[in-house]
T-cell receptor, first 111, second 112 residues
Framework: DVKVTQSSRYLVKRTGEKVFLECVQD?????MFWYRQDPGLGLRLIYF???????EKGDIPEGYSVSREKKERFSLILESASTNQTSMYLC??????????FGDGTRLSIL | EDQVTQSPEALRLQEGESSSLNCSYT??????LFWYRQDPGKGPEFLFT???AGEEKEKERLKATLTKKESFLHITAPKPEDSATYLC?????????????FGQGTRLTINP
């Protein structure tokens, strides 16, 4: 079975902090994705990567950056956390033209 | 613009009471339609992929169907453990990869 592991289930940070969310997949997938999920807005794509060191903006990249130094690891970075970034963050991975498989999410609160 | 609309937002059924969830979509060049199940506090779990109108997929009490404008998730004789939020997503091409556009989900509750 595909396993996508997100480093923290719950995280509380302060406004202005730099925040790192980590995601690791064990299936040698080419593609990795970061989403946020908010009530009434559904899942929205923040960034994705289709290869090591490659990254592309999704629908809502403002305030975020990403890093993919190794194929199995994809990091989401909040450069200067703000309260409107309080959300559930979901990481996913897939091979080309295959279903995306998700981790269990990180519930991030920015105070 | 690619768009997915799911209805109803919430559905409450008695155990054994069959029903259907709807997913309407507009996308420029459908590459696939996906159904996921999401339990509270968990990430979405993949259920089905449908690629072309007329296609059907089944898994236990669930059956997904696809037309050119919508998909249905039919639930036959549901049990309380089928309670979850069901998400529909369409796949559209994006540079170097493929993007999923999600609907807002249908929250299904099955009462014993």
């Amino acid at each position: 079975d595909v396993k996508v592991t997100q480093s923290s289930r719950y995280l509380v940070k302060r406004t202005g902090e730099k925040v790192f969310l980590e995601c690791v997949q064990d299936m040698d997938h080419e593609n990795m994705f970061w989403y946020r999920q908010d009530p009434g807005l559904g899942l929205r794509l923040i960034y994705f990567s289709y290869d090591v060191k490659m990254k592309e903006k999704g629908d809502i990249p403002e305030g975020y950056s990403v890093s993919r130094e190794k194929k199995e690891r994809f990091s989401l970075i909040l450069e200067s956390a703000s309260t409107n970034q309080t959300s559930m963050y979901l990481c996913a991975s897939s091979d080309w033209n295959q279903p995306q498989h998700f981790g269990d999410g990180t519930r991030l609160s920015i105070l | 613009e690619d768009q997915v609309t799911q209805s109803p937002e919430a559905l409450r059924l008695q155990e054994g009471e069959s029903s259907s969830l709807n997913c309407s979509y507009t996308v420029s060049g459908l590459r696939g339609l996906f159904w996921y199940r999401q339990d509270p506090g968990k990430g979405p779990e993949f259920l089905f992929t449908l690629y072309s109108a007329g296609e059907e997929k089944e898994k236990e009490r669930l059956k997904a169907t696809l037309t050119k404008k919508e998909s249905f998730l039919h639930i036959t004789a549901p049990k309380p453990e089928d309670s979850a939020t069901y998400l529909c997503a369409v796949q559209a091409p994006i540079q170097g990869a493929q993007k999923l556009v999600f609907g807002q989900g249908t929250r299904l509750t099955i009462n014993p």
